[in-house]
């Protein structure tokens, strides 16, 4: 089992920044890989950036160039950088993980909501 825990999200102006944790607890597991994805109201949720143990990123092309997903590896932890926000960006964040076991796993959520 293992345990998601987010924290960083919040209200900012747009034009403002962010920074999301994640942090992944638990025993017996190894991460294949961890994303963010988020969900405005009204939507379905949606990735929008994830990093794969060895590192490899990818972004959704609504958040390419404004936002940065990063991991340390010793703590376990994903962060989402996130530059440049827009009204948009508006929405709960998700974190989730994969581990080696190709089990998945979500974190509650943290709200980030962005004024225009």
């Known amino acids: 089992q293992v345990h998601l825990v987010e924290s960083g999200g919040g209200l900012v102006q747009a034009g403002g920044s962010l920074r999301l944790s994640c942090s992944a607890s638990?025993?017996?597991?190894?991460?294949?890989?961890m994303g963010w994805y988020r969900q405005a109201p009204g939507k379905q949720r949606e990735l929008i950036a994830s990093i794969a143990s060895i590192g490899i990123t990818d972004y959704a092309d609504s958040v390419k160039g404004r936002f940065t997903i990063s991991k340390d590896n010793a703590k376990n932890t994903v962060y989402l950088q996130m530059n440049s926000l827009k009204p948009e960006d508006t929405a709960v964040y998700y974190c989730?993980?994969?581990?080696?076991?190709?089990?998945?796993?979500w974190g509650q959520g943290t709200q980030v909501t962005v004024s225009s």
């Open positions: 989730n993980c994969q581990t080696t076991m190709l089990r998945v796993y």
């Open positions: 638990g025993s017996g597991f190894a991460i294949n890989a």
